[in-house]
C-alpha cells in the first residue's frame, strides 16, 4: 500500500489478539428468531427441519474452517471449538468470529430452499451475532460444553411438557405455565408419562442432547492414551515441517464430518476420541 497522510487513521485500529494457549469458543446465537420461528411456523416445540439446517450450516462451517476441532449445537445456537494452539488469524477476535457468523449465514440462507422449499425466505432475513471466549484448561472447555448439553435437556423437557399441556392438555400458555412453576424435572416426567402417556426417554435424542459435529475416525479404546493431559501441558504450538502440515491436512480432508446426537458429558465421548483434543488427526476408518 502507498504511503499517503492519510495512513495515519490506522493508529485507531486496536488489536484484539485472544490470550495464547487458550482454547477458543465462539458461540454463535439467531437475532430475533422466536418471531422468526413463528412467522413460518415452526413445530413447537421441536421443529426438526429447522434442527437439521443449523446442523447443515454448522457442517459446512467445520469444512470449511479445518482449524475447528468440534462444534455443538442446540435450538438456534452454535458454539464452535478451536483448539489453544490454533493460530488462525493469528488468534484476532475480530476476525474469527466475523468469519464463523459469516460462513454460517451464508450456508443457511444458502441451503434454506433445500430445508423448506415451500417456504421462500424474505426480509427480515436470518442473522446471527457472535462472540469469542477463552477457556485456560481443557477442563474449563469440558465444563462449558456440558453446561451447554445440561441447558439443552433442561430447556427441552420444560418445553416439551409445556407445549404437551397446551397441544394435548388444552390449556392456554398462563395456564401451562402456572402448572409448571416451581417444578422439578421429575415432575415434568411425571406430567408427561401420567397424564399424556409419554415417556420422555424415548423423545429423538437430538432434541434431548442437541448435535455434536466433529471429524469421525476410528474409535480408540479407553485408557490407551493420556491425550488429555497431554492437551493441558502444551504451552505453545507444536513446531511442524511443511510435509507434515501436508500429511495433516489431507488426512483432515479424507475425513467424514459427521453430526451425531451423543452424551458429551461423561469422559467416554472424549476418551475415544482423542483427536479433539490432541488436534491431530486420527486414523480414517476402513471402508466396509
Given at each position: 500500500m502507498a504511503n499517503s497522510k492519510f495512513e495515519y487513521v490506522k493508529q485507531f485500529e486496536q488489536p484484539d489478539q485472544l490470550l495464547p494457549n487458550t482454547w477458543i469458543v465462539v458461540r454463535i446465537d439467531g437475532r430475533g428468531?422466536?418471531?422468526f420461528s413463528a412467522k413460518y411456523s415452526w413445530e413447537k416445540p421441536?421443529?426438526?427441519?429447522?434442527?437439521?439446517?443449523?446442523?447443515?450450516?454448522?457442517?459446512?462451517?467445520?469444512t470449511e474452517l479445518p482449524d475447528i476441532t468440534i462444534a455443538y449445537g442446540v435450538s438456534d445456537e452454535f458454539s464452535f471449538v478451536l483448539h489453544k494452539t490454533c493460530t488462525l488469524f493469528e488468534r484476532r477476535a475480530s476476525k474469527l468470529v466475523s468469519t464463523i457468523v459469516s460462513t454460517f449465514?451464508?450456508?443457511?440462507?444458502?441451503?434454506?430452499?433445500?430445508?423448506?422449499?415451500?417456504m421462500p425466505l424474505s426480509p427480515p432475513l436470518p442473522s446471527f451475532d457472535g462472540r469469542a471466549v477463552c477457556y485456560p484448561s481443557l477442563q474449563n472447555l469440558q465444563d462449558y460444553m456440558s453446561w451447554r448439553q445440561v441447558d439443552c435437556h433442561v430447556n427441552n423437557l420444560y418445553n416439551t411438557t409445556f407445549w404437551t399441556l397446551i397441544q394435548l392438555g388444552g390449556m392456554d400458555a398462563t395456564e401451562a405455565e402456572k402448572?409448571?412453576?416451581?417444578?422439578?424435572?421429575a415432575d415434568k416426567n411425571e406430567i408427561l408419562f401420567s397424564r399424556f402417556s409419554i415417556n420422555y426417554n424415548n423423545e429423538p435424542e437430538i432434541f434431548k442432547k442437541g448435535s455434536v459435529v466433529f471429524r469421525d475416525y476410528e474409535l480408540v479404546e479407553p485408557g490407551t492414551h493420556s491425550v488429555a493431559v497431554e492437551a493441558d501441558n502444551i504451552a505453545e504450538p507444536v513446531q511442524q515441517s511443511k510435509s507434515q502440515l501436508e500429511n495433516e491436512k489431507k488426512?483432515?480432508?479424507?475425513?467424514?464430518?459427521?453430526?451425531?446426537?451423543?452424551d458429551i458429558i461423561k469422559d467416554d465421548f472424549w476418551d475415544r476420541r482423542p483427536w479433539l483434543l490432541s488436534n491431530k488427526p486420527g486414523k480414517i476408518p476402513k471402508q466396509p
Amino acid at each position: 500500500m502507498a504511503n499517503s497522510k492519510f495512513e495515519y487513521v490506522k493508529q485507531f485500529e486496536q488489536p484484539d489478539q485472544l490470550l495464547p494457549n487458550t482454547w477458543i469458543v465462539v458461540r454463535i446465537d439467531g437475532r430475533g428468531f422466536t418471531k422468526f420461528s413463528a412467522k413460518y411456523s415452526w413445530e413447537k416445540p421441536n421443529d426438526k427441519t429447522a434442527l437439521d439446517l443449523m446442523n447443515a450450516a454448522a457442517r459446512a462451517v467445520v469444512t470449511e474452517l479445518p482449524d475447528i476441532t468440534i462444534a455443538y449445537g442446540v435450538s438456534d445456537e452454535f458454539s464452535f471449538v478451536l483448539h489453544k494452539t490454533c493460530t488462525l488469524f493469528e488468534r484476532r477476535a475480530s476476525k474469527l468470529v466475523s468469519t464463523i457468523v459469516s460462513t454460517f449465514t451464508g450456508h443457511y440462507i444458502y441451503l434454506w430452499s433445500a430445508y423448506f422449499p415451500d417456504m421462500p425466505l424474505s426480509p427480515p432475513l436470518p442473522s446471527f451475532d457472535g462472540r469469542a471466549v477463552c477457556y485456560p484448561s481443557l477442563q474449563n472447555l469440558q465444563d462449558y460444553m456440558s453446561w451447554r448439553q445440561v441447558d439443552c435437556h433442561v430447556n427441552n423437557l420444560y418445553n416439551t411438557t409445556f407445549w404437551t399441556l397446551i397441544q394435548l392438555g388444552g390449556m392456554d400458555a398462563t395456564e401451562a405455565e402456572k402448572t409448571l412453576n416451581g417444578t422439578f424435572s421429575a415432575d415434568k416426567n411425571e406430567i408427561l408419562f401420567s397424564r399424556f402417556s409419554i415417556n420422555y426417554n424415548n423423545e429423538p435424542e437430538i432434541f434431548k442432547k442437541g448435535s455434536v459435529v466433529f471429524r469421525d475416525y476410528e474409535l480408540v479404546e479407553p485408557g490407551t492414551h493420556s491425550v488429555a493431559v497431554e492437551a493441558d501441558n502444551i504451552a505453545e504450538p507444536v513446531q511442524q515441517s511443511k510435509s507434515q502440515l501436508e500429511n495433516e491436512k489431507k488426512k483432515r480432508a479424507k475425513a467424514r464430518i459427521v453430526v451425531e446426537h451423543l452424551d458429551i458429558i461423561k469422559d467416554d465421548f472424549w476418551d475415544r476420541r482423542p483427536w479433539l483434543l490432541s488436534n491431530k488427526p486420527g486414523k480414517i476408518p476402513k471402508q466396509p
